[in-house]
């Protein structure tokens, strides 16, 4: 016999299940945990009478209230993020996932849409055939018109035409990070167990020319600049430290100054100013004739969490952003002593081929970059589409 069920109750059952889910119970934390969560919470506080990014840090302070597995607390300063109107996605952030499908963090979710509408800029120049690639660094040469592209999954890297032909140009590698080109030489960043090394190649021969290598687990060159002078400064996260290569030297160096996060560089065509993205500040300015360091001033509504890519472009910087942000390309216009940010433009936002873009190269008039690293996936890749944009 089939049970016979009212219309009535089909509905109701119908509604039970598109309701949106209650938030989490918070969980009981043991007397050690309390007093680790009470002196992260303490020490995001004085961060946030501070730093310069104050979006950033209360996003930070969200995570924290997260990782402890306190709810309520997590949609209260999600709130507070959401309020800033800054381009801060909890979205993608797997710190929140038991949150996901409650009304509470659906709410916030689409607060943030309807603040970070899209902007394109953008049209592909070409494609990678070899999806499963995970670049996380491109570089140009532009005597040869050649891209070039370090795998952080295979320990090598492309060389491919302005068409999109790609061949091997060196294998064997650990992770590889950032790279440049300069002159006739490929440089890039080689992260392996015990030490990471700014590496040099010949393009034309595609044989190493130098290597210089810091020992120990406690490293993880990220990515590199050129002064006009030829000097090389290589960003390290792990360390928060930035190294110096002068012009011909033999050995790197480390700045003494601290860059707590440090990732995307570049460099002032004066080579006055060090530019280096800092958490919690967003950039960080070294003045290398004083040695002093400032978070650089910008305006009101502007956060500059999670830069990668970073690029000095006619008094401006051009910077992807992406992590806790929702992934963008922006302009930041200095000032003429080119110590602050006058104002910004988004170039690119919410781009549908957007699947981890992280870095780029600005060649002929034309920002070059990334679209679909697919650094998340284990199967399933698709070409990496490189877009552009004219500057």
Known sequence: MVAHISPGLILLLLAALAAPAQLP????????????FNAEV????????TAADKPAVTYQMARTWAAAKQWPETIEWLRKVVAFEAGLDPSRDSIFAALRGTSEFEAILEAVQASTPPVSHSSVSFKVQQGDLVPESMAF??????????????????ECTTAGNCRQFVAGLGTVLGMKVNGSSLWLLNNENNASHLMRYDLASRR???????SGPGHNFNDLVFSPGADVYVTDTR??????????????????????FANGIAISPDRRFLYVSTFPDGLTVLDLKTGRTAPISRPADLCLASID??????????????????????RL??????????????????????DGVTTGVIANGNFFYMANIQDEKKSGFIPISVLKIHL
């Open 25 to 36: 119970r918070s969980s009981a934390l043991s007397p050690q945990d309390q007093r680790l």
């Open 42 to 49: 303490s020490r995001t506080e004085k961060l946030m009478s």
């Open 141 to 158: 040469h532009p005597a040869g018109e050649r891209f070039y592209f370090g795998s952080m999954r295979k320990g090598e890297v492309l």
């Open 208 to 214: 190493l020319v130098n290597k210089f290598s810091i």
């Open 239 to 260: 360390a928060a430290a930035v190294w110096r290569l002068a012009t011909n030297g033999a050995r790197l160096t480390r700045l003494p100054q601290r860059f707590e």
């Open 309 to 330: 890519g970073l690029y000095f472009h006619e008094r401006s910087l051009i910077a992807i952003q992406n992590g806790s942000m929702n992934p963008r390309v922006i």
């Open 333 to 354: 216009v200095l000032s003429r002593d080119l110590r602050a940010i006058e104002k910004y433009d988004i170039l690119e936002r919410r781009n549908p081929l957007f």
